[in-house]
């Protein structure tokens, strides 16, 4: 499995738009990129999914350079309620769905 | 629609002594994964289940056994509990295997003492 590194930690403030890197040098062919979302006392929540060049939805943006070797999320103006661990994971999704945490970064928002 | 859910939420108990988790799947899911979550950490994933079998496995000792029931709840047993099992126990569900998007329960907090 690919090995993920995330910042620990990242500060922002509300409206500003937050991009968290995540660097994944060994990613295989067939390796999804995902991201997932967590709350305090809560359990994760998926938040997008890429292989390759951009992928958009609702809540966010993740951006994969030619190399994949790393990945952006991008979290547009934020809000407080954005604050939350982030979770980069790497893996086939073919394999199962065996999910590989690694530490997160810990996003705060502050007003 | 009811997503995930686990019972108990909280949970106390003493080493040496032995605990079972229960989880219920987001409604039309046929998958079960179980996650233990130290305070601090990332959810390590423990066991899948998939018709009623043990699918995969992470690294964890044969003390964390699991079952699936034919309506697709499941639960997690822990024998012999040490101090080091003290963690946020995290459920998630998918329909089918080899589905990255996973849903997961609010967790069950154990506290060994």
């Known amino acids: 499995l690919a090995k993920t590194t995330q910042p620990i930690s990242m500060d922002s403030y509300e409206g500003q738009e937050v991009n968290i890197t995540c660097s994944h040098n060994?990613?295989?062919?067939?390796?999804?990129i995902t991201w997932y979302q967590q709350f305090p006392s809560q359990g994760p929540r998926f938040i997008i999914q890429?292989?390759?060049t951009k992928v958009t939805n609702e809540v966010a943006s993740l951006f994969i350079p030619a190399d994949r070797k790393s990945s952006t999320l991008s979290l547009p103006r934020v809000s407080l309620s954005d604050t939350a661990v982030y979770y980069c994971?790497?893996?086939?999704?073919?394999?199962?769905?065996?999910?590989?945490f690694g530490g997160g970064t810990r996003l705060m928002v502050k007003p | 629609d009811a997503g995930v859910t686990q019972s108990p939420t909280h949970l106390i108990k003493t080493r040496g002594q032995q605990v079972t988790l229960r989880c219920s799947p987001k409604?039309?899911?046929?998958?079960v994964s179980w996650y233990q979550q130290a305070l601090g950490q990332g959810p390590q994933f423990i066991f899948q289940y998939y018709e009623e079998e043990e699918r995969q496995r992470g690294n964890f000792p044969d003390r964390f056994s699991g079952h699936q029931f034919p309506n697709y709840s499941s639960e997690l047993n822990v024998n012999a509990l040490l101090l080091g099992d003290s963690a946020l126990y995290l459920c998630a569900s998918t329909p089918g295997t080899g589905v990255y998007e996973q849903y997961f329960g609010p967790g069950t907090r154990l506290t060994v003492t």
């Open positions: 409604s039309g899911h046929d998958t």
């Open positions: 890429g292989y390759k």
């Open positions: 994971l790497v893996g086939d999704r073919g394999a199962g769905n065996m999910l590989t």
């Open positions: 060994n990613i295989a062919t067939n390796d999804y």
